[in-house]
């Protein structure tokens, strides 16, 4: 079946450094990408999302890229902040209608 | 997201009954999602529907159970038949279509099972 892998599974970062988190799926078929945070005990909120037809989008201090070809797409944050610290998913959609989602990374981002 | 509501925020339940949450949404959306998420663990998905009195199993659907008799709502029951039900239940709406959508989460339903 269609699944997505991230890595890594936890990620620590001084304030002011950058923190990458990748992604690789396995539908062909996937069309939308997108990232999200989850704050402890609170639901996960979108923070960024591309689709197939677009290889990089920025949002501020975040950006997502997209390699359809090695069926990679990544997550950049930039600057980070103590206010990043989180668990952040990604996900794809594709054929099934189905949001496939990773195992999460936990992002701390140390003062 | 005022959207969804899920209800209740905490459930304790007795082993060997069932449970039903809630999933309601006034976003107009076709589409609605049931994940579990355990602690540390991503979020595996139970049921999806795409529109009205029609619905797919997910991944971990045994021991579960939904109906989506109405476009607003989507209730998920527990049965006695889930081995282990004590979970964080979200649930979550998109516009639906082949080309995907920000999926919309509900607050989550806490479920102790003991």
């Known amino acids: 079946g269609e699944n997505v892998e991230q890595h890594p599974s936890t990620l620590s970062v001084q304030e002011g450094d950058s923190a990458v988190i990748k992604c690789t799926y396995s539908?062909?078929?996937?069309?939308?990408f997108p990232w999200y945070k989850q704050e402890l005990g609170k639901r996960p909120q979108l923070i960024i999302d591309i689709r197939s037809n677009v290889g990089e989008k920025k949002d501020q201090r975040i950006a997502v890229t997209l390699n359809k070809t090695a069926k990679h797409f990544s997550l950049h944050i930039t600057e980070t902040q103590p206010e990043d610290s989180a668990v952040y998913f990604c996900a794809s959609f594709g054929g099934t209608y189905k949001y496939i989602f990773g195992t999460g990374t936990r992002l701390k981002v140390l003062a | 997201d005022g959207g969804i509501t899920q209800s209740p925020k905490y459930l304790f339940r007795k082993e060997g009954q069932n449970v039903t949450l809630s999933c309601e949404q006034n976003l107009n959306h076709d589409a609605m999602y049931w994940y579990r998420q355990d602690p540390g663990q991503g979020l595996r998905l139970i049921y999806y529907?795409?529109?009205?009195?029609?619905?797919q199993k997910g991944d971990i659907a045994e021991g579960y159970s939904v109906s989506r008799e109405k476009k607003e709502s989507f209730p998920l029951t527990v049965t006695s038949a889930q081995k282990n039900p004590t979970a964080f239940y979200l649930c979550?709406?998109?516009?639906?279509?082949?080309?995907?959508?920000?999926?919309?989460f509900g607050n989550g339903t806490r479920l102790t099972v003991t």
């Open positions: 979550a709406s998109s516009s639906g279509g082949k080309k995907g959508s920000p999926l919309h």
């Open positions: 529907s795409q529109i009205v009195n029609d619905f």
């Open positions: 539908d062909s078929a996937s069309n939308y």
